[in-house]
């Protein structure tokens, strides 16, 4: 065993052997094995940011090589897997604790993409493994055809924590299979097909939820799920119309406002839009509207106040149920509530869930009302796996955590802080065009300038991510042209975690424009 201190990563951490050599050090406690080396630049950079300090005890890495991994990934795994390391420089993770993770030669970063916003409740949560740990020792896997107590406890845990109606449980492993089974269901009910999303939204990646989404990047050229109609997303910041009081939002968009008191003139206009596509693109009646409370994938883009309020009261005119996907936005996430529904003031028909309903389990959950649930019972619907022992042990856990340690208030006082702070940093840089977000779910969006808001190019965008990643912290990326940066840690992230990012973000801005 080992003690994993302090340290940074990639260039920099050769920097500051550099540092420590000169003062004839004979070595520098970086991780795993880290000596002095011949550093790659003549001059460290000044007052490069301490990252803060974290006591783990984690084991020494003898597994594959970096080579070894890279061989196995390009013959064995799929080209996709092969394609996608997110960074030109990879990074090998090999332990996780917390907001923390150690790559394999014991360099630690600090996670403030959670597994794209999957690890709520922190890396290996001792709570929630020890109850994994106590499931697995008592009974690994029955399916659901049998009456066993870790599934009921656990529905009725879920359940208590959504409002009435929506008391009906269907559980999965995935959120692709949740939206997948409410595209299902909403045809069932209403005995209609047509479904709308937002363009620029993203709600899985199986043939039929392929429909659903709205992005390029996350479609092939084949025939997919077809009766989806992508509507024109109310983005108060890139989309035609917005101001500086539209959003839900510790922070607003730099677009000046004009609206009345008590008006949003970008709200009408966007529904204005919403039915201009009921009169030309949709049949007279619909399935069901899909909406992500802020969208994930899509860059964290939020919309005005009151939006969905009306966009539900159109959609059920016309025969259909609203969707609330919260894959990305539940518990606990945006701070405020819960659910990010419940920031919109909004009673969805039904919700899909995963990602950080395991922590990183794989599990998901369609919940939704008695009444709609009794229309699916037309035929025989089986999940193997859907409430094994194991994922509802997890699931339980995870809520009990969530609420034990104040994680909720936590997302909302520690995001509420990083995002009037990057504001800030957005005031000072004039490439990043845009900061927005709820909580821990947070977008900051880069541009060439803020008087176009044309987007920084993925190249240009890439150079800042992997200088980040370099000063030791993971950050995520989205957006419809790859310009946002998407910051959705695990929920126990600190305030002090959050300067030592906000201080590498801002090197990493001053790094590329000196570049450029």
């Given at each position: 065993m080992h003690k994993v201190g302090s340290c940074v990563s990639g260039r920099y951490a050769g920097l500051l052997r550099q540092s420590c050599c000169s003062l004839g050090l004979a070595r520098f406690h970086l991780g795993i094995g880290a000596v002095c080396q011949k550093p790659a630049f003549k001059q460290p950079p000044a007052e490069l940011p301490m990252m803060p300090p974290c006591d783990f005890q984690g084991e020494k890495y003898k597994g594959l090589s970096k080579e070894g991994m890279m061989k196995i990934r390009k013959e064995h795994c799929n080209p996709v897997t092969m394609n996608i390391t997110y960074y030109e420089r990879p990074i090998y993770i090999y332990h996780g604790y917390k907001q923390w993770l150690w790559d394999v030669d014991g360099r630690r970063y600090l996670d403030l993409f959670a597994g794209v916003a999957t690890v709520s409740v922190g890396h290996c949560n001792p709570k929630v493994t020890a109850a994994a740990e106590k499931q697995l020792k008592r009974l690994w896997h029955t399916t659901n055809i049998y009456v066993h107590p870790t599934l009921h406890e656990y529905c009725e845990k879920l359940a208590s924590n959504l409002p009435d109606p929506l008391k009906v449980i269907y559980l999965?492993?995935?959120?692709?299979?949740?939206?997948?089974?409410?595209?299902?269901?909403?045809?069932?009910?209403?005995?209609?097909?047509?479904?709308i999303t937002f363009r620029g939204s993203y709600h899985g990646g199986s043939q039929q939820t392929m429909g659903l989404t709205s992005n390029s990047?996350?479609?092939?050229?084949?025939?997919?799920?077809?009766?989806?109609?992508?509507?024109?997303?109310?983005?108060?910041?890139?989309?035609?119309?917005?101001?500086?009081?539209?959003?839900?939002?510790?922070?607003?968009?730099?677009?000046?406002?004009?609206?009345?008191?008590?008006?949003?003139?970008?709200?009408?206009?966007?529904?204005?839009?919403?039915?201009?596509?009921?009169?030309?693109?949709l049949p007279s009646r619909i399935a069901a509207f899909f909406a992500e409370p802020i969208q994930g994938m899509g860059g964290a883009t939020q919309y005005p106040k009151?939006?969905?309020?009306?966009?539900?009261?159109?959609?059920?005119?016309?025969?259909?149920?609203?969707?609330?996907?919260?894959?990305?936005?539940?518990?606990?996430?945006?701070?405020?509530?819960?659910?990010?529904?419940?920031?919109?003031?909004?009673?969805?028909?039904?919700?899909?869930?995963?990602?950080?309903?395991?922590?990183?389990?794989?599990?998901?959950?369609?919940?939704?009302?008695?009444?709609?649930?009794?229309?699916?019972?037309?035929a025989f619907h089986f999940n193997t796996f859907g409430g094994s022992p194991i994922a509802c042990a997890v699931g339980s856990s995870v809520i009990d955590t969530i609420k034990e340690e104040g994680l909720q208030q936590n997302s909302h006082d520690v995001g509420t802080y990083m995002l009037t702070e990057l504001a800030k940093l957005r005031n000072k840089h004039e490439i990043i065009g845009d900061v927005r977000g709820k909580g821990l779910q947070i977008g900051v969006e880069m541009v060439k300038d803020k008087a176009t808001r044309a987007p920084l190019s993925p190249q240009a965008a890439n150079e800042i991510f992997e200088d980040v990643k370099d000063m030791g912290v993971l950050i995520g990326k989205?957006?419809?042209?790859?310009?946002?940066?998407r910051i959705q840690p695990p929920m126990c992230i600190t305030r002090e975690d959050a300067d030592f990012f906000l201080a590498v973000f801002d090197r990493a801005i001053k790094n590329y424009m000196d570049r450029h």
């Open positions: 999965t492993n995935s959120g692709t299979e949740a939206n997948d089974l409410a595209m299902l269901m909403a045809r069932l009910y209403t005995g209609n097909y047509e479904i990047s996350y479609k092939y050229p084949i025939a997919t799920s077809s009766g989806c109609t992508h509507v024109m997303c109310p983005d108060v910041f890139r989309g035609l119309w917005g101001g500086s009081h539209c959003r839900d939002s510790p922070v607003q968009t730099i677009r000046e406002c004009n609206c009345a008191p008590g008006q949003c003139m970008a709200k009408d206009q966007y529904i204005g839009q919403l039915n201009e596509a009921f009169a030309t693109s009151n939006y969905l309020k009306e966009a539900y009261k159109l959609v059920r005119e016309r025969g259909g149920i609203c969707i609330a996907d919260e894959v990305q936005t539940g518990f606990g996430r945006t701070g405020t509530h819960f659910w990010g529904f419940q920031g919109h003031e909004v009673m969805p028909d039904m919700v899909t869930m995963a990602k950080g309903i395991g922590n990183g389990f794989p599990m998901g959950a369609v919940v939704t009302t008695p009444e709609i649930a009794a229309s699916f019972g037309k989205g957006g419809v042209y790859k310009q946002v940066f």
